[in-house]
């Protein structure tokens, strides 16, 4: 078994609500972005087009974070997906210069999105944010293992967002990815992500 | 806006098509380019201190690459926790670069002490001396590799990389020790340095040209880079740390030993110059350093 995600860039609106749902799900800290949505521009008037790319964590086949993490703090487990243990990392970032998709971030220091002091909310959610050591998107891994799809495919509105197994040719994923043609980002480095796009 | 909020500049560079690295750049990363320069320079200097017996050499060659091992511990986001950066030996230049550090930073202070008791010629004193020599080659060695293996920034990740910074540490070793030998701990040691350095700027310098030529031709992301050591904001400390400071001092007053003598203070400066511009290369390379743009 091998978790993907196929992402329908037709279907994506760029509402951001998989970022927001991520931050809400995960209560990551200020500056800290597991999944974030950009907005590209093409052509020149009138005829313009404008197509949102969400961003996350590609739990690469390969994964070259994995592959220079001096602790083994990155791991990949038995489902593709590859993690971090907080309690292994020593914060030396090797793993974002080797993310060629720049989808780690680093934690230096306690903050919250309020001044003078944090919110229920950031108190509570915090507890599961380390300083010193780097986070990245798990693919929800505690809702997974209630059965639950990852908080950005169970909330996208457009549900231009599937999740499945990419090992099972039967699965929808990998029909779209079939029958759709499915892109990959950066294919050439050879880290084979499990997320795929769909063309706009 | 910059410095007071690095958080905020982190989402405002996710913003940016070209985003740059800064976490092995700025701020507590800044420990992390000092610590590669001193453990490079200092294992260098311990690696040609033995064959010239400089024994000052030795002594701050060790002084050196010590420092520069607590720069890396002090860049650590938990650096209680260092220890456990010798788990992944198999794949991770960081942790081969923890072992081959720490055999330096043990045997070396271990020899020191038995060229203290008066020992030298003793079979425990070579092989102790061994060790460290091996560790520190395998020191100046690993670095380039640290950042070669970077899949993320295309700058980095090339062979020129590890040649570079092998190149560079060799010619930092030399330096150190002209400088102690200038200032007097072994006065004619200098002479037999002298054209070892001179060759290694010059060969240094061919292969910055290099390095920066073959990048420029890498891919838009790696020739952005380029663009930035070259014409953008690092131009200054490229081009007056790196190639004036750098190289061409050094260059130009050591071919002056060649027509006469050259005075130890003249000598002082060329190794300090020699010493600031590998320090500016290595800060350039790093800071250069851009992700690829996304999506594809």
Redesign the interface.
């Known amino acids: 078994m091998r978790y993907g995600m196929v992402i329908d860039l037709k279907k994506c609106i760029g509402c951001t609500g998989c970022a927001l749902v991520c931050k809400a799900e995960n209560a990551t800290p200020p500056g800290v972005l597991w999944l974030r949505v950009i907005k590209q521009e093409s052509g020149k008037y009138p005829q313009v087009r404008r197509v949102s790319i969400p961003l996350q964590c590609m739990h690469c086949a390969e994964p070259p974070c994995l592959e220079v993490c001096p602790t083994e703090a990155t791991f990949q487990r038995a489902n593709g997906i590859v993690d971090i243990d907080p309690e292994k990392c020593v914060g030396c970032r090797y793993c974002m210069m080797a993310c060629p998709y720049d989808q780690r971030f680093y934690y230096a220091k306690e903050r919250t999105y309020f001044p003078d002091h944090p919110t229920p909310f950031e108190l509570a959610g915090y507890q599961r944010h380390q300083t010193g050591v780097v986070s990245k998107c798990n693919f929800c891994s505690p809702r997974l293992e209630k059965g639950l799809d990852p908080a950005c495919v169970a909330n996208c509105m457009t549900q231009a967002r599937t999740f499945g197994d990419l090992d099972n040719p039967n699965s929808e994923i990998s029909k779209l990815i079939r029958d759709r043609g499915g892109n990959q980002l950066y294919p050439e480095l050879g880290t084979n992500p499990s997320i795929y796009y769909l063309p706009p | 806006m910059a410095r007071a909020e690095?958080?905020?500049v982190?989402?405002t560079d996710?913003?940016e098509r070209f985003?740059p690295?800064r976490?092995?750049a700025e701020g507590r990363g800044l420990l992390l380019i000092l610590a590669h320069f001193l453990t490079g320079a200092g294992t260098a200097a311990w690696i040609f201190a033995v064959p010239f017996r400089l024994d000052s050499g030795l002594a701050f060659g060790f002084v050196l690459a010590a420092l520069g091992g607590l720069g890396h511990l002090l860049?650590?986001?938990?650096?209680e926790?260092?220890w456990?950066?010798?788990?992944?030996l198999a794949?991770?230049?960081?942790?081969r670069g923890?072992v081959g550090l720490t055999l330096f930073l043990i045997t070396a202070p271990l020899y020191l002490l038995i060229l203290l008791s008066g020992a030298r010629e003793t079979t425990l004193a070579v092989l102790v001396l061994a060790l460290s020599l091996l560790g520190a080659l395998w020191t100046v060695i690993y670095k380039g590799f640290?950042?070669a293996?970077?899949?993320?920034?295309p700058l980095?990740n090339t062979p020129l990389v590890p040649a570079l910074y092998i190149a560079y540490a060799l010619r930092g070793g030399i330096a150190v020790l002209i400088v102690l030998a200038a200032l007097g701990a072994h006065p004619p040691a200098w002479e037999p340095l002298e054209p070892i350095k001179l060759w290694l700027a010059v060969s240094t310098g061919v292969l910055v040209l290099i390095y920066l030529d073959v990048m420029r031709g890498s891919g838009m992301t790696a020739l952005r880079s380029v663009d930035l050591i070259l014409f953008g904001k690092l131009a200054v400390p490229f081009y007056v740390g790196a190639v004036l400071l750098g190289l061409i001092l050094p260059i130009a007053i050591g071919s002056f030993a060649y027509f006469g003598e050259l005075s130890r203070w003249l000598l002082v400066l060329v190794g300090l110059f020699s010493l600031l511009g590998d320090l500016a290369i290595i800060y350039c390379v790093a800071k250069a350093?851009i992700?690829?743009p996304?999506?594809?």
């Open positions: 690095p958080f905020q982190r989402v996710l913003r985003r690295q976490e092995w860049f650590l986001g938990r650096p926790r260092f456990r950066m010798a788990t992944h794949s991770s230049w960081i942790s923890l640290v950042w293996s970077s899949k993320g920034i980095w350093g992700y690829r996304l999506p594809a």
